[in-house]
């Protein structure tokens, strides 16, 4: 029975649904829009890599019914997972920053990745047997390191692109891309599962495996192809380049918790500064939940860019931190007066601008070192 489950699953159904679905990745419309530039190319990367994948299982579905040579089936493994990390981590760094993907780089990779899998099916077929499981350890090695590598690499886009949400947005719910790194550790997950798979292969451990692998695929690429729609949400803010304040916060890290001017603020800047705080105070627009950088710049009458850079300085903070500090002071005032005694920390995180009772209770915390329902005791 268990024989029966394992080759429907493994020979017809698992391929057919990857096939289906690269389709979907390259015939479903893109909405015509200029920043969806890098999007469109991360797609197009998603859909060669689901079609490979399928052309890699049925490779696979052959050597199986051929009966060959199970370290084979295990190095042929070993390689598809080496290409589907490769493809997944530019695909899913090209999303977070539209600036990554370049052809060069690209074709660096794929020889870096292509050469020791060539390598391997080559040494195969002419090592002695005795050294063939020597070729197998060697490339799941290499597999392991590049795993690794590519979870350094997506994790330094990353710290960029929340660094470019900071200083744009005043809320968490505004960084809508955090299932991107979801689903790069998920993917992480299954490929080091690959790996363990390859090493001890039983029916049960394959229809698992092949189980969890079909429905990540699935969800995968449903929330791909609506990521495209929902993308103008932080368009302004992921394609604009932000590289010239980069050196600027990096500096400034440190003093992330100062309030007061630092020595690299000019007298424009501390007078812009100095505007801006009037704007919050006098109108409280921090109240607002989905506040941007662009609609303090429209009220300032100045290009948001020049507001961002003039509250990292005068500041040491990003936009959403500095943001936050207003917004935990209304807390607490509204906390002394006796606000929680007839209403909710609901009511409270809502009223002074945060989007949930959650990242209310983090940032108070975070600021003033107790809860809200703490505080006033």
Partial sequence: MLKLIHDILVLYTTPGLIFAFGLCFLLIKIPLRDGLAGYRMARKMMGYSYIVFFLSLLGEAVSLSLDTSTLLQHIIMISIG??????????????????????????????????????????????????????????????????????????????????????????????????????????????????????????ITSI??????????????????????????????????????????????????????????????????????????EKKIYSNPYLTIEDIAVKADVPYRMVSATINRCKGMTFKSWVNTYRVDEAIHLIEDGYLKYHTIEALSQIVGFTNRINFYRVFKNITGHPPTEYYL
């Fill in 208 to 281: 698992i495996f092949t189980v969890i692998m079909v429905f990540y695929y699935i969800v995968f690429c449903i929330r791909f192809i609506n990521y495209a729609y929902s993308f103008h949400q932080i368009e302004t803010a992921i394609t604009e380049d932000l590289s010239y304040m980069k050196n600027t916060i990096d500096k400034l890290s440190d003093a992330s918790k100062l309030h007061g001017k630092t020595k690299t603020a000019s007298d424009s800047e501390i007078q812009l500064m100095s505007h801006l705080d009037s704007l919050m105070i």
């Fill in 82 to 203: 080496l290409f589907q990390a490769f493809l997944f981590t530019y695909a899913l760094t090209t999303l977070i920053d539209v600036n990554f993907f370049t052809w060069r780089r690209f074709i660096r990779e794929a020889f870096v990745v292509v050469t020791p899998v060539c390598a391997s099916l080559v040494l195969y077929f002419l090592c002695p047997e005795r050294y063939v499981f020597i070729v197998f350890l060697i490339l799941s090695v290499f597999y392991f390191l590049k795993l690794l590598e590519y979870v350094f690499r997506f994790m330094h886009r990353y710290r960029d692109y929340e660094r470019r949400m900071s200083n744009y947005f005043s809320d968490d719910e505004r960084q809508r891309l955090q299932w991107v790194m979801r689903f790069f550790f998920e993917a992480l997950a299954i490929g080091l599962f690959a790996l363990l798979y390859s090493f001890y292969t039983i029916e």
